[in-house]
């Protein structure tokens, strides 16, 4: 259980959501020190880099398991 700090992961899928006018991203990724465990979350587009592609190494940042926003590395 990750309670908070960063990962090192990569993009594995991205998805660009739309509930009422506000934008999300929906993220598979994977971290890199534990490849065989395919993970999810949804952030806001605000709480991610410009322009994320299928295949970035990004960090992600957790506070209480929950997955707060990306950057890239």
Same mark, same amino acid.
């Given at each position: ?26 993220l598979v990724y994977i971290h890199d020190d534990t490849p065989a465990k395919i993970r999810t979350?949804?952030?806001? $587009?605000? &709480? *991610?880099? #410009?322009?994320?592609? $299928?295949? &970035? *190494?990004? #960090? ?14």
């Open positions: 259980m990750i309670m908070s700090g960063t990962h090192d992961a990569t993009l594995q899928e991205l998805r660009i959501v739309d509930i009422h006018g506000t934008r999300f991203y929906d979350a949804r952030i806001g $587009v605000e &709480d *991610a880099y #410009s322009d994320p592609q $299928v295949g &970035d *190494a990004i #960090s992600v940042s957790y506070l209480m398991n929950v997955v707060t926003g990306i950057v890239q590395r």
